[in-house]
């Protein structure tokens, strides 16, 4: 696609409740990166892939995040028994290569209100 | 780990005046990105930085690395209400960190 596509856009969940949060990597990237951000803070670190294998997930807050990208392309970011805290705007980025000088393309995110 | 630091959070312009974000970093940075988000949009990358000391320019943006690899301007001459919007440094150690963000907003 031309951009990095997230869905659903916006997400309302119950406390307690499983969400699932997709992210469509602008074709050919090989990183993809997942960030939370906060209302009015720059985005935080949560996971890292490089095609396939997740390089790093020290950003993970807890257990009940999990993250996979099972084809090296779409990744799903996955938080369980949600909590009000989990509240915020879910970044995903794509870059096309795996070097620190790779520029990252953003998504518009997925805003999620934990009820 | 590795903490980025910007200063100021907030940064109310008069349409046409100059102003400065600053960026540090508690750690040497193999590189530094610089991104902006409009309101209600997400980060788009504007330049990067890797040599120490180096300075880029876009039209009125400067952007300068500090000697030590630590820390990184943004400079804004003659502002105006397309610059309105939060602007962000990210260093990168072993991973892309974020800083806080300046929010410009400006009054014409």
């Known amino acids: 696609g031309a951009g990095v596509s997230q869905s659903p856009r916006y997400k309302v969940a119950k406390r307690g409740q499983d969400v699932a949060l997709r992210c469509d990597p602008i074709s050919g990237h090989v990183s993809l990166f997942w960030y939370q951000q906060a209302l009015g803070q720059g985005p935080e670190f949560l996971t890292y892939f490089q095609n396939e294998a997740q390089l790093d997930k020290s950003g993970l807050p807890s257990d009940r995040f999990f993250a996979e990208r099972p084809e090296g392309s779409v990744s799903t970011l996955k938080i369980q028994r949600t909590q009000q805290e989990d509240s915020a705007v879910y970044l995903c980025?794509?870059?096309?290569?795996?070097?620190?000088?790779?520029?990252?393309?953003f998504g518009s995110g997925t805003q999620l209100s934990v009820l | 780990g590795q903490q980025v630091m910007q200063i100021p959070q907030y940064q109310h312009v008069q349409e046409g005046e100059d102003f400065t974000t600053y960026c540090n970093s508690s750690t040497t940075l193999s590189n530094i990105q610089w991104y902006k988000q409009r309101p209600g949009g997400h980060p788009v990358f504007l330049i990067q930085?890797?040599?120490?000391?180096e300075v880029k320019k876009q039209k009125r943006l400067t952007f300068q690395f500090g000697e030590a690899k630590k820390n990184s301007s943004l400079h804004i001459t003659a502002t105006q209400t397309t610059d309105v919007g939060t602007y962000f440094c990210a260093g990168y150690d072993y991973k892309l960190s974020f800083g806080a963000g300046t929010t410009v907003t400006v009054r014409a």
């Open positions: 930085l890797v040599k120490s000391g």
């Open positions: 980025a794509s870059s096309l290569g795996w070097e620190s000088n790779e520029k990252l393309f």
